[in-house]
């Protein structure tokens, strides 16, 4: 069974940090593209942050600079280092993984709310 637990979601100030951690079971982040995704109240579910195919990372234009994305594959957990937070960033944060194509097998997490006030 493959669950995907994300946590280190809180409410801080703009300015702050946080660090969300999404630990997976069931697939290995090192054999699946793994992604964080978050939704606002009105928004739809907008992808941020992700390690493609070939590992490398790629980000959304509006946390560039501010996120960063890591893995360590022998706790088989994936991050997401978030500094210079911003309101806009309030969001329900989701992990997810897939075999890095369109169509197949994919999960998501349950997610981690994030919430940044002024």
């Known amino acids: 069974q493959v669950q995907l637990a994300e946590s280190g979601g809180d409410s801080v100030q703009a300015g702050g940090s946080l660090r969300l951690s999404c630990v997976a079971s069931?697939?290995?982040?090192?054999?699946?593209?793994m992604y964080w995704y978050r939704q606002g109240t009105i928004n739809r579910r907008e992808e941020v942050a992700s390690f493609g195919f070939d590992g490398t990372p790629t980000y959304a234009d509006f946390v560039k600079g501010r996120f960063t994305l890591s893995k360590d594959n022998a706790k088989n957990t994936l991050y997401l280092q978030m500094n210079n937070l911003e309101p806009a960033d309030t969001a329900m944060y989701y992990c997810?993984?897939?075999?890095?194509?369109?169509?197949?097998?994919?999960?998501w997490g349950r997610g981690t709310q994030v919430t940044v006030s002024s």
């Open positions: 069931g697939v290995a982040v090192s054999d699946y593209c």
């Open positions: 997810r993984a897939d075999r890095c194509t369109a169509a197949g097998e994919y999960y």
